[in-house]
């Protein structure tokens, strides 16, 4: 990426389904970008637990002696519903806080093929994004056009003027791991001037109340 500023990543949130999926590119995905990680120095943080997709990215990334940091609600922890997170534990009180969490310890996003606990924890990211409440990259890794649908609905909506041009900006999509994390890395924030003007409580009482009002 010559003549291109790089961000500095130190570690990158993966958003991922408790599920495997249907096509075994997407474990095999889910495990390379774990590779990728821990061959660039870059440490993990993810939901918790070793189920799914999760389970194949937090392993790898460890496998690699990077760090790995689960961050899970306690009644995910019941009767050891989702397995032994993949290296340190933090438990929380509720998804939401969970979510903050996720945010305030992470330098960037990345979504793998997953259901609604993925899609939601994505466009949250994004939506805090375009409110100015953090300024860091988010990307989705194509795996076999799993995101095609999506990335064509977002298009739609700039269309239709409910997404902005420099909002659809946000969000970053690559077909290959390493592509993905170059695109992060090169990510310039361009705010929205109105939006950039809200003042967001950094103490964590005020954060406790980011909820789905946030939501554009």
């Known amino acids: 990426m010559e003549g291109v500023s790089v961000r500095k990543i130190k570690n990158i949130c993966v958003f991922c389904g408790a599920n495997s999926g249907k096509d075994v590119a997407f474990v095999n995905a889910a495990f390379h970008l774990g590779e990728v990680l821990g061959k660039r120095k870059i440490d993990l943080v993810y939901g918790g637990g070793k189920l799914g997709l999760m389970g194949c990215v937090s392993t790898a990334v460890a496998q690699h002696e990077r760090q790995v940091l689960g961050i899970i609600p306690s009644a995910f922890t019941v009767n050891n519903l989702v397995g032994e997170t993949c290296g340190k534990e933090i438990k929380v009180a509720t998804m939401q806080e969970r979510l903050v969490m996720m945010m305030e310890l992470s330098d960037a996003f990345i979504a793998l093929p997953g259901g609604f606990g993925t899609l939601e924890e994505l466009f949250q990211m994004i939506s805090w994004a375009q409110l100015s409440i953090h300024n860091k990259p988010i990307g989705v890794l194509n795996i076999n056009g799993f995101f095609n649908g999506l990335?064509?609905?977002?298009?739609?909506a700039v269309k239709q003027e409910f997404i902005t041009p420099r909002a659809r900006k946000i969000l970053?999509?690559?077909?290959?791991?390493?592509?993905?994390?170059d695109k992060l890395q090169a990510f310039r924030f361009e705010s929205d001037?109105?939006?950039?003007?809200l003042k967001w409580s950094p103490s964590s009482s005020q954060k406790e109340k980011l909820d789905l009002t946030l939501r554009l």
Not at 172 to 181: G, H, K, P
Not at 193 to 197: G, T
């Open 151 to 156: 990335l064509s609905f977002v298009d739609h």
């Open 172 to 181: 970053i999509s690559a077909t290959t791991a390493d592509e993905l994390v």
């Open 193 to 197: 001037p109105a939006l950039s003007k």
